[in-house]
């Protein structure tokens, strides 16, 4: 058995809801798609590291702006990301080889 050296920080499923202003029951929703990671406590209840609140700002963002339903909120976050990890490779290439960028 194996204990931390020291205590991470998280919130229970009342603060998250209350921190990005989400019903519980839809953060129950987004948890349960695998758009929110979190864990369970020693009683059961959900957890969620501090950072899951950018994420949840994220999720809320797109979904307003791109009217797609939540279920497809995975799809679009994971091309964006691989968008953002793109750019930044073609930048760090350009930087190194000394190439002017097409833009």
């Known amino acids: 058995m194996t204990y931390p050296l020291i205590r991470l920080a998280h919130l229970d499923l009342e603060s998250f809801s209350r921190a990005t202003g989400l019903h519980p029951e839809l953060v129950r929703r987004l948890v349960a798609l695998g758009l929110i990671d979190a864990w369970r406590d020693s009683s059961g209840g959900l957890c ?6 950018v994420a ?7 979904h307003a702006g791109l009217a797609v339903n939540y279920a497809s909120l995975g799809l679009v976050t994971d091309l964006l990301d691989r968008i953002a990890e793109l750019e930044a490779a073609l930048r760090t290439r350009t930087r190194r080889t000394g190439d002017r960028s097409w833009t």
């Open 56 to 62: 949840a700002g994220r999720l809320q963002r797109l």
């Open 48 to 53: 969620f590291p501090p950072a899951q609140v």
